[in-house]
């Protein structure tokens, strides 16, 4: 999971640097979880590593097991990607 996690990151960094045409934006990173699981727990765990690797890196979280507004932030965010919602993680 940390692989993919990492990957992941990997990726929103990577799409960031390659628009260096564009206007300088700042790192941002949404992070889906739950508060019963976890993984997203562990997950979290990494954020004081990233902010100190990327200290403009701004950390966005959304809790979805409660908020149907997160949920659809989710489904949205992953439609843009391709991807289909089918819980954390």
Known sequence: MKKLWFGFVSFVFLGLSIS????????VL???????CPHCHSEK?????????????????YEVS????NQ??????????GQEFQGVP
């Open 30 to 36: 949404d992070f889906y979880y739950s508060i019963t």
């Open 45 to 61: 765990e990494w954020f004081p590593l990233l902010k100190g690797v990327f200290p403009e890196l701004k950390i966005n979280e």
């Open 72 to 81: 659809e932030k989710a489904i949205k965010a992953l439609e843009q990607l």
């Open 20 to 27: 260096q045409g564009q206007a300088q934006q700042l790192p």
């Open 66 to 69: 409660q908020s149907k507004e």
